[in-house]
Every structure is written in C-alpha cells, then in structure tokens.
Nanobody
C-alpha cells in the first residue's frame, strides 16, 4: 500500500489550499481515509476523516473542532484520491500534513495502518 500526498505550499492567512492523497495497492473497496498534521514540537493530531467512499454525508465525515467549517474532506474512489480543501487558513494550521488509510472507521485516532510521507503547509 502506498499513499502519496501533494498540494502543500506556503500561503498567507486567509488563503486556501487543496491537498490530495493518492492511494495505490489497497485491497479493500471500502475504507477510512484520514488527514493528520504535525507542527514542530507538537504531537500529530487528526484533522479530518472520511469513511465509505464518494458519499460525504454528515454521518461518515469527521473533523477536529479547530478546522470545522473551514476544511472539507472528500473522496473520489474512481481516482483512489482523497482531498482536503482548506479555506480561511490560519498560521496555526502550519505543519506537515499526512494522509492515512485503514480498513476500519478510525475517525481521528492515530492508529491507522498506512501512512504517507507528508506535504508541508505553511501559513503566514
């Protein structure tokens, strides 16, 4: 299983970015994808997760309180890609962003089985 993130960049506060995560080699048709971030000197924290494919109803997406109403997670199963749309970015959103995959609906727990290498987001 391989996860590759992209889309990180340096932006000004109030700006937007869209992160992408492409998954290859995963054998399950339904799985959970999560986005996490880690700032220097801090623990990795869950940002958003989505379970079950293209349907993005309220009952299968989860967000950290700090990003609700600013970030949106979505999934394109045909492209094996999960997105994180980030709007109204703040300096405290700065960090390395990682995507993760697991067979089970782990929501924002850090026990996902598979992880990407991360993409850097810097907000100034």
């Amino acid at each position: 299983v391989q996860l590759v993130e992209s889309g990180g960049d340096s932006v000004q506060a109030g700006g937007s970015l869209r992160l992408s995560c492409v998954v290859t080699g995963y054998t399950y048709s339904v799985y959970c994808m999560g986005w996490f971030r880690q700032a220097p000197g801090k623990e990795r924290e869950g940002v958003a997760s989505i379970y079950g494919g293209d349907y993005t109803g309220d009952d299968n997406t989860y967000y950290a309180d700090s990003v609700k109403d600013r970030f949106t997670i979505s999934q394109d199963t045909a492209r094996n890609t999960t997105y994180l749309q980030m709007d109204n970015l703040k300096p405290e959103d700065t960090g390395m962003y990682y995507c993760a995959a697991d067979r089970y609906n782990l929501q924002l727990a850090r026990s996902y089985s598979h992880w990407g290498r991360g993409t850097q987001v810097t907000v100034s």
